[in-house]
């Protein structure tokens, strides 16, 4: 039984469309990702869901009973916002103990349940700290308790790591699905960092200016990308544009520009249609001479090389003007490689997919966001 | 036992809070009483009478000094109003930025002259610079009439201005100046080009409010305008002479003019541009210097304790020689003149209570409508724009109107015409003061709790009362000053109930015969009162902060 069901959820702000006809199930105790950029409406997801806002058109269902109805204080659904929303005249045990109080339980009950949670988070000893005397990272956890003593089956998590520095998110991150698992609980976690969507989610779904792009396992997503917002959102890809020449049931035969011909496995576009190539870059390889092996041999020569610690990321300007980056794991790298040699690039139709040229092209669909 | 009764009791209501229509209830009941008695009966009272006005047109005696007071309220409106700017904003500029350990006091010696009810400030302005004041010594002194109602309205809206920009200068984020420093600019420049466009809302503001309540005062304009009339106190000698008529064209005319003029101000003032495309480096250099800014300083603090401090409290000079003459006895005692004060102070603060209460219980559904623009954009800025009428309009206009149309229910007793003439005027403070708190607060914060299972009556009581808490004791102890304070209004309301400046106005312009004694310890009692509950203001807020 889905813990949530959305069905054809819209919601407008004047002309524009925060959410655009929805759908989407979340399986009881699911952690799930909504992965987004800025303005993509994931933060009115949430709203809707918590019942803050109401949607114009569609239904919410939380464990199969329509919330249309229902008001935010009874739908068992906290939303926890990015800014965490701790109360700053109560205590850290008083803000915990603050949903149970709300809910008419006796202010000892309450007091232990708080206690109790404070002890998962671990936060007890600071029960009686004011929220401006904890670290970021402390009043992510209070903010998480509040939620969890609040007897919430559903939990909506804003961004919960934003506002926290990198080492700290890395280390909260596990934290939060270890918390989330233990207690049984449902979550939507709003993100938009893909690392953090993939390591944390059971599932994640792609938003995209209020549309839903693509619903799936990590896994499944990263490496099935079904759109080029997808394929560019979510991992580092190269985008090549392409002519489809000729298609067999094997494949393809497409022509980049200046007549460069690669092979991909895709079959689904006629010959002569326009089409679009995405690549992940850690897919691709580089070498300073062709072997005379490798499927998909195209040569170039390297325009920028990046340090990146675990990677080393070349760019690499094809015969035919078209660029393409390369990132290679720094002990395979090869360090003689450098800025202006001349190299061979190749990539294993496998690891290749193909889009319908999109209508706005292809640095218009890539800027768009 | 109790506790718990009051416990189920509160429970019974956060789940009534729940139904939209109970919350519906509350807010239509607010606003209902916002319009029926705060915004209809100040048009509806000028215009049952407007057929008046016209007795007013066939006398053109009458007619030219109607139109001179007109022209003077808003001349000298507007000239107070720019010199508070130009001295007020160095003065703020040194609290807000100076580091002398003195400057908290300075701080709050500021604020006396906002303090101390107008009618007190009329009395202490009139012997200063009066033929027996201090300065008389010099050959110096200044009669009643238009020189001196200028010199008192700069005395009471100075500090006005201050205030505003003291906060605001506090409240901006210093790091634009850092960067202008950076890239080379000098301290004049940097406030002319950085610092005022950024704070011009605050200055719009600060400009506003110094008019608005250069053009309400009527209190103590009346005892130091001889026989000058501006608007104000003109409809005060039409009310003792019995003159209807052109009580109501003047203040039909200022009600009309006043709001006019505050609309356009309000829109042009946003396309008022200060001037930055120029930088003078030679001169705003020199005016940089700290020989410059010692002596703008110096200038400063001279004009704030000649011109607003000193007149200001003069006053106790007098009071003193009261406390010894025997006065003070007569005064306890309340014989002769000091029963009717009596009578006076305790009607005074009787309606301030009562009014305090209504405004406080009808005015939070209409500050949460404000802040959290539950009525849409357009909605929110008309009720912003109602609640801000009754200080638009100067005070003793607006009682003109009210008193004529409350009196128009032959049924309604002059204490309650009283009552809702203060609740009107004072209506805004409260509101205001909890619309700017509750704005404070993110809206985050609410829907949380909500999400948390907080009914929203509980999220009110839980979340909203503890967190705007000062605001709600600073916004009911404006209400409760202001009604005690009110003059204007009171003056053209009252017929047979004088409430205690009323009584205290018509002591000095000896309508009674009181002594200077009596009434310099008549208005100190006033001044004292008004002091305490600042004082009381003050230890909450300390305590709170500790």
């Known amino acids: 039984m889905p813990a949530l069901r959305l069905l054809n959820v819209t919601k407008r702000f004047g002309e524009v469309k925060a959410l655009d006809d929805l759908t989407f199930d979340v399986k009881d105790r699911e952690y799930v990702c909504i992965l987004g950029s800025t303005g993509s409406g994931k933060t009115t997801l949430l709203r809707t869901i918590a019942g803050i806002i109401k949607p114009d058109e569609g239904e919410v269902f939380i464990d199969s009973v329509n919330a249309g109805g229902i008001a935010a204080e009874d739908r068992n659904a906290v939303y926890v916002p990015q800014t965490y929303a701790l109360f700053p005249h109560m205590t850290v045990l008083e803000n915990v103990a603050f949903g149970p109080l709300a809910k008419h339980i006796s202010r000892t009950a309450a007091e232990e349940v708080a206690k109790n949670v404070l002890r998962l988070v671990r936060l007890d000893k600071r029960a009686d700290a004011y929220p401006n005397e904890l670290s970021g990272g402390m009043q992510q956890r209070v903010a998480l308790a509040r939620g969890l003593a609040s007897g919430a089956r559903l939990l909506l998590l804003d961004e919960p790591l934003g506002a926290l520095d990198v080492r700290l998110r890395l280390e909260l991150r596990t934290e939060l699905r270890r918390i989330a698992k233990e207690s049984g609980l449902t979550v939507i976690h709003v993100t938009h960092d893909q690392e953090e969507a993939m390591t944390i989610g059971d599932r994640i779904l792609v938003l995209r200016r209020g549309r839903l792009q693509q619903y799936g396992t990590p896994y499944h997503v990263y490496n099935r990308p079904e759109k080029i917002f997808v394929a560019n959102f979510v991992g580092n890809t190269n985008f090549l544009e392409a002519i489809v020449e000729t298609r067999t049931r094997e494949g393809s035969t497409l022509t980049l520009r200046e007549g460069l011909r690669i092979r991909v496995l895709d079959s689904s576009f006629e010959p002569d249609e326009a089409v679009i190539v995405a690549i992940r870059e850690e897919k691709t390889q580089v070498t300073p001479e062709p072997t005379g092996e490798e499927p998909n041999r195209l040569s170039g020569e390297i325009v920028e090389v990046h340090f990146l610690g675990s990677h080393i990321r070349y760019v690499i300007k094809l015969s035919n003007g078209d660029e393409i980056a390369a990132r290679v794991p720094l002990k395979e790298a090869r360090t003689e490689l450098k800025h202006g040699d001349w190299v061979s690039v190749s990539f294993d139709p496998v690891n290749s997919h193909v889009y319908e040229y999109p209508m706005l092209g292809l640095q218009g669909e890539l800027e768009a966001n | ?546």
């Open chain 2, 1 to 546: 036992m109790a506790n718990r009764l009051l416990g189920s009791i509160m429970v019974r209501f956060d789940r009534l809070s729940s139904h939209r229509v109970s919350r519906r209830a509350v807010y239509v009941l607010a606003v209902v009483f916002l319009v029926s008695f705060i915004l209809l009966p100040p048009i509806l009272g000028i215009t049952f009478k407007l057929n008046l006005a016209a007795e007013v047109l066939s006398n053109s005696d009458l007619l030219r000094r109607a139109e001179a007071s007109i022209f003077w309220s808003f001349t000298i409106a507007l000239s107070v109003a720019t010199l508070d700017l130009l001295a007020g904003l160095p003065f703020a500029w040194y609290i807000a930025r100076g580091k002398s350990r003195w400057i908290s006091i300075l701080d709050a010696l500021a604020d006396i002259p906002f303090v101390i009810p107008t009618v007190a400030l009329g009395f202490s302005t009139l012997l200063f610079w009066g033929n027996t004041g201090p300065i008389s010594v010099l050959g110096i002194s200044v009669a009643p009439g238009l020189i001196l109602v200028l010199l008192l309205h700069f005395t009471f809206s100075f500090p006005v201005v201050v205030r505003v920009m003291v906060g605001e200068l506090l409240a901006y984020n210093t790091v634009y100046e850092t960067a202008a420093k950076t890239l080379g600019a000098r301290t004049f420049t940097i406030a002319r080009t950085v610092t005022l466009p950024l704070l011009r809302p605050g200055l719009i503001a600060a400009f506003l409010l110094a008019f608005a309540r250069s053009l309400s005062e009527t209190g103590a304009t009346v005892i130091v305008a001889g026989g000058f009339e501006n608007g104000p106190v003109f409809i005060k000698n039409a009310q003792d002479a019995g003159l209807q008529g052109p009580m109501v064209l003047v203040s039909f005319t200022l009600i009309i003019s006043s709001v006019t003029v505050f609309a356009l101000i309000r829109l042009l003032g946003n396309r008022l541009k200060i001037p930055i495309n120029r930088v003078y480096p030679g001169p705003e250099a020199r005016l940089s210097s700290s020989r410059s800014v010692n002596t703008r300083n110096g200038l400063t603090l001279l004009i704030f304790g000649f011109f607003v401090l000193i007149p200001a409290i003069y006053i106790t000079f007098p009071a003193a020689t009261a406390l010894t003459d025997g006065t003070l006895q007569r005064a306890i005692s309340g014989t002769g003149i000091w029963s009717s004060f009596w009578q006076s102070m305790t009607l005074s603060y009787t309606i301030a209570v009562l009014v305090t209460l209504i405004n406080i219980g009808l005015g939070l559904p209409v500050a949460i409508l404000i802040a959290r623009k539950r009525l849409g954009r357009l909605l929110t800025t008309l009720l912003d724009a109602i609640v801000n009428v009754p200080i638009v309009v100067p005070s003793v206009a607006l009682g003109v109107s009210l008193g004529i149309f409350w009196r128009s229910f032959g049924f309604l007793p002059e204490f309650w015409i009283l009552v809702f003439a203060h609740m009107t005027i004072t209506y805004t403070y409260f509101v205001q003061a909890m619309a700017a708190a509750i704005e404070g607060i993110p809206e985050e914060m609410e829907e949380t709790a909500r999400t948390l299972g907080s009914k929203p009556l509980h999220v009110f009581r839980k979340i909203i009362v503890p967190l705007t808490k000062y605001s709600f004791l600073s916004g009911a102890i404006l209400v409760f000053t202001r009604s005690v304070d009110e003059t204007g209004a009171a003056t053209a309301v009252s017929q047979t109930l004088k409430t205690a400046p009323v009584l205290l106005v018509s002591w000095v312009k000896h309508q009674v015969p009181a002594t200077q004694s009596d009434i310099a310890l008549g208005i100190s009692f006033l001044v004292l009162t008004s002091f305490v509950s600042l004082l009381v203001l003050r230890l909450i807020v300390y305590r709170g902060k500790k």
